[in-house]
């Protein structure tokens, strides 16, 4: 027979289960509680992270869609001038359903002929067009506009545009205004 060596590493110890390794079911629960709670605040910290761009993207969106409809009411869209380069005077109109510019402008290059633009807010579509020359068609120039208004006098115009984005489920309003000096005289 062979005798019992209990000092070889390869032998089992028997006994009390003191010394096996392994997590105890309260370790384990433990464990598991901290990296839940970890977990949730890694969850909550991105929730506010993604709402906090949105919300900047939306902010942008908004801010970028008035001051583009400003630019275009003041200078003009495509080949048609915009207010800058009306004649004084103009004829302003506001209602309930919002408000209409008649302006004349320079046609061709000669600078003495005129043709008649107009501009137009409708607070029912929330847009703002554009109708130039003969053709009678009005282009679309800025949507989104929660609210516009206009105040002229014979040298300008100052005009309002409230603008709306929403980025997701997160949104914001942006307010602009411009004064806008005619360059011609009348």
């Known amino acids: 027979m062979y005798a019992l060596d209990r000092t070889d590493p390869n032998m089992k110890r028997q006994g ?3 010394n096996q390794a392994g997590f105890t079911l309260t370790e384990l629960m433990m464990a598991i509680a901290v990296f839940g709670l970890l977990m949730a ?3 909550g910290t991105f929730s506010i992270g993604v709402r906090t761009w949105r919300t900047s993207a939306a902010g942008m969106d908004a801010s970028c869609q008035a001051s583009t409809v400003l630019s275009r009411i003041a200078y003009g869209v495509g080949d ?12 302003a109109a506001s209602d309930d359903s919002g408000w209409t510019i008649t302006y004349s402008v320079p046609a061709g290059t000669s ?3 005129r043709e008649e633009d107009r501009l137009r807010y409708d607070s029912g579509t929330q847009t703002i067009a554009h109708q130039g020359g003969s053709n009678g068609v009005w282009n679309v120039i800025g949507k989104n506009v929660l609210a516009s208004t206009i105040s ?6 100052t005009v309002m545009i409230r603008s709306t984005a929403i980025v997701g489920n997160c949104g914001t309003v942006n307010e602009k205004t ?3 000096t005619f360059r011609n005289g009348s």
Do not use: E, W
Not at 84 to 90: D, M, W
Not at 152 to 157: I, L, Y
């Open 16 to 18: 009390s289960g003191r």
């Open 178 to 180: 411009s004064a806008i």
């Open 152 to 157: 002229a006098t014979s040298a300008d115009v």
């Open 111 to 113: 600078g003495t002929a």
């Open 80 to 91: 048609r001038c915009g207010l800058r380069a009306a004649f004084a005077p103009i004829t």
């Open 41 to 43: 605040g890694a969850t």
